[in-house]
């Protein structure tokens, strides 16, 4: 203590007066809730804007394995890496400034799958962070997870036609993204993002969704496709928590 926020303000010149919130230990689905959040505090404070800054240092993971066979850790240590992403959040764009909003966020909700709470835990010890592997989490998610978006799609009319929209999944592991792909009957472009992230940086935790995002961002601009559309950011965590943000991509790229 301080906080590394404190340190970052500094950085960055804000006035002393800026209002800071630290969120600690959430897993990999922190960074669609902190857009959440950031979504209820920009429309609930007319004018403000949000700096979304989520980071991880995975350092914590890395250890020596307990035995031979001892592959979880070994995977961890593959499958996790270092990241940090940005994002300004704001409602009530200034039309006639500089600001260019990528994603509108039309909807956010969390639940939780019901009798998931051990199948991704972690554990702080004098050895580090032991993790049990995304692997474990896959069955829960592929049973799941269609139901999870249909509850918090409905009321928008978007409950199915998942083809329809764009996605920004957070990359948990192959077998979380394949079993997402399967379930909802994706075609293969629709987690290419998703793929790509996960291949170049790994699972970052709390910042991927922002890495997806600002490929999603690239692929609209290059390619035109799905460029002024509707899509899902879906966070997964530990919990099993399911984050689900409804975005209306802008054009703005």
């Not at 799609?153 to 036609?161: D, E, I, K, P």
């Not at 948990?172 to 909802?184: P, S, T």
């Not at 472009?189 to 999603?216: C, Q, W």
Request: proline share 4%; hydrophobic share 45%; with cysteine.
């Amino acid at each position: 203590m301080p906080g590394a926020d404190l340190r970052l303000a500094s950085l960055l010149g804000l006035a002393p007066s800026v209002r800071r919130t630290m969120l600690y230990l959430n897993g990999c689905n922190i960074g669609s809730t902190v857009l959440r959040v950031a979504k209820d505090i920009a429309e609930n404070n007319r004018g403000a804007r949000v700096l979304v800054v989520c980071a991880e240092l995975t350092l914590i993971l890395l250890r020596a394995p307990e035995d031979e066979a001892d592959k979880a850790t070994l995977i961890m240590q593959a499958l996790f890496g270092y990241g940090a992403g940005a994002v300004i959040v704001g409602a009530d764009a200034n039309r006639g400034s500089a600001e260019r909003p990528l994603f509108e966020m039309v909807a956010a909700s969390q639940t939780v799958i019901p009798g998931s709470e051990r199948a991704a835990a972690g554990r702080l010890s004098e050895d580090g962070l032991l993790f049990r592997p995304a692997v474990e989490m896959t069955t829960p998610i592929r049973e799941n997870v269609e139901q999870c978006l249909v509850d918090a799609l409905r009321s928008l009319g978007l409950s199915g036609g998942w083809n329809r929209l764009f996605w920004a999944v957070h990359p948990g592991g192959r077998a979380i993204l394949d079993g997402v792909e399967a379930v909802l009957r994706l075609d293969t472009e629709k987690l290419a993002a998703s793929r790509h992230v996960l291949s170049e940086y790994g699972n970052m935790s709390g910042p991927t969704v922002i890495f997806v995002l600002d490929e999603i961002r690239r692929r609209h601009g290059e390619h035109g496709v799905g460029r002024d559309g509707l899509g899902v950011l879906l966070g997964l965590g530990p919990g099993i928590s399911v984050e689900t943000i409804v975005l209306h991509a802008t054009g703005n790229y």
